[in-house]
């Protein structure tokens, strides 16, 4: 089921683009072909901030973290980000040592993005894959002593921090993430998570 998507702010063309030109129809042609390709950058870098969560926290009673979330876009902020239909974090391993992740993005336009994450939680760097285990940027968690996640990623012309938690019931994570782009444009942005329950063996 898609969460609701109202009332999440989309970043303006003219945000990335602010000297383009729209004066012929052969420049207007240059300047769509640009946008796509950069648009496209913007969706996996998203992509993997929203799912990567997200290499999430153990809570202080050492409640796992592994099962499937899916981001509340309606209690999320994502800045400037354009918000997507839905996102599947399924966190595969959570233990003091490693961490192990999927997440799954569908954009507005229905597109669906995959990318994964392993590696232990001592804040070396281990590569983010896609799901024919092609790498496409790099992220490194380090856990605290608070049980906080602390992590710090590059991605294609983008770099991020973050922190993450997870409640005391153990059923929500938050990700409070600050991302930075190569030319020095710089957003913050919260993502919620809420655990998806299993109800007779079926997740809900």
């Known amino acids: 089921m898609f969460l609701n998507t109202e009332g999440v702010k989309s970043p303006s063309v003219l945000t990335y683009f602010p000297t383009a030109v729209w004066d012929c129809g052969r420049c207007k042609l240059h300047f769509w072909m640009i946008y796509m390709n950069q648009m496209k950058k913007l969706v996996v870098f998203a992509t993997v901030l929203v799912f990567s969560v997200y290499g999430t926290a153990q809570t202080k009673n050492n409640k796992s973290a592994v099962g499937t979330w899916q981001l509340d876009l309606t209690h999320s902020d994502l800045g400037a980000e354009a918000a997507p239909k839905q996102v599947v974090l399924t966190i595969l391993k959570d233990n003091s040592e490693t961490l192990s992740w999927r997440t799954q993005s569908v954009d507005q336009n229905g597109n669906v993005f995959t990318y994964s994450w392993s590696g232990p939680t001592d804040g070396t760097t ?75 063996g079926r997740r809900y």
């Open 126 to 200: 281990h590569p983010i894959e896609t799901q024919d285990s092609t790498p496409i940027g790099t992220e490194s968690v380090k856990r605290n002593a608070d049980g906080s996640l602390s992590r710090h990623g590059d991605i294609k012309d983008a770099s991020f921090d973050a922190r993450s938690t997870v409640s005391e019931d153990g059923n929500t994570i938050t990700d409070e993430i600050t991302q930075k782009s190569s030319d020095g444009r710089e957003n913050k942005s919260k993502r919620v998570y809420r655990r998806v329950p299993i109800i007779n």
